[in-house]
């Protein structure tokens, strides 16, 4: 492989896990869905993964600039966000019993993926901008290198939630109750902080 194929596979590497790794409403999700079920960050990969994957296709074939639209960020802004807003109250109002808390969120992690990833505007944003770049390194080495791009990608996104939602599993019995309260209103008030930003941020920028 040549030194540009390598620089490629790092970049690709390097942005995918600092946009999965950052604070937000899916490592929010994740950390409480992981309190109960240990392969639920694998779920919700895959059901980010499951919204992602017709965006990249879009972004290949030229359609970014329509992500970018104003109109398709304030829908997405406005449902995303009363979704937020509803799922962070569910846990903040029942988070002085964590084990349901968490069933309120966690009750189907593949669709809490889906529904993270496909209402937060700033996904769509992030693709028309930083992912056109990295698709369009991807396309100067064909279809080994696109494929490369969404394996890689991908398994930035899946291992770091699963790795995620397995330490917090692992980890639960070391909460003591004042602990559990503490990560479950920090979950919830991102989520509805979150929904509330996305609701509002969409207009003031357009």
Same mark, same amino acid.
């Given at each position: ?15 995918? *896990? ?5 604070? @937000?409403?899916?490592?929010?999700? %994740? ?9 639920? =960050?694998?779920?919700? #990969?895959? =059901?980010?993964?499951?919204?992602? *994957? ?5 972004? $290949? ?5 329509? &992500? ?12 995303? @966000? ?5 799922? =962070?109250?569910?846990?903040?109002? %029942? ?9 309120? &969120? %966690? +009750? ?36 080994? @290198? ?7 990608? *991908? ?8 790795? *995620? ?7 639960? +019995? ?14 919830? &008030?991102?989520?509805? #902080?979150?929904?509330? $930003? ?9």
């Amino acid at each position: 492989m040549s030194a540009d194929f390598w620089l490629f596979i790092l970049t690709t590497v390097g942005i995918s *896990l600092s946009g999965v790794m950052l604070p @937000g409403p899916l490592t929010a999700a %994740t950390i409480a869905s992981g309190y109960r079920n240990r392969d639920a =960050g694998l779920m919700i #990969g895959v =059901g980010h993964g499951i919204i992602e *994957l017709p965006i990249i296709a879009l972004v $290949y074939f030229g359609f970014a600039a329509y &992500l970018s639209m104003p109109v398709v960020r304030q829908v997405t802004g406005v449902a995303g @966000g009363l979704l937020l807003v509803v799922m =962070g109250s569910l846990i903040f109002f %029942t988070f002085k019993n964590p084990v349901e808390a968490a069933d309120r &969120l %966690t +009750h189907s992690p593949l669709v809490t993926g889906m529904l993270m990833t496909g209402g937060n505007p700033y996904f769509l944003l992030w693709w028309a901008t930083i992912g056109v770049t990295l698709i369009a390194m991807a396309a100067t080495f064909g279809v080994m @290198g696109m494929a490369v791009f969404v394996i890689l990608h *991908l398994a930035c996104d899946i291992g770091w939630d699963q790795f *995620l939602s397995v330490t917090v599993y692992k980890t639960k +019995h070391l909460w003591t109750p004042r602990v559990q309260k503490i990560i479950f209103s920090i979950c919830a &008030l991102v989520l509805i #902080g979150f929904g509330i $930003y996305f609701g509002v941020s969409v207009f003031l920028s357009a």
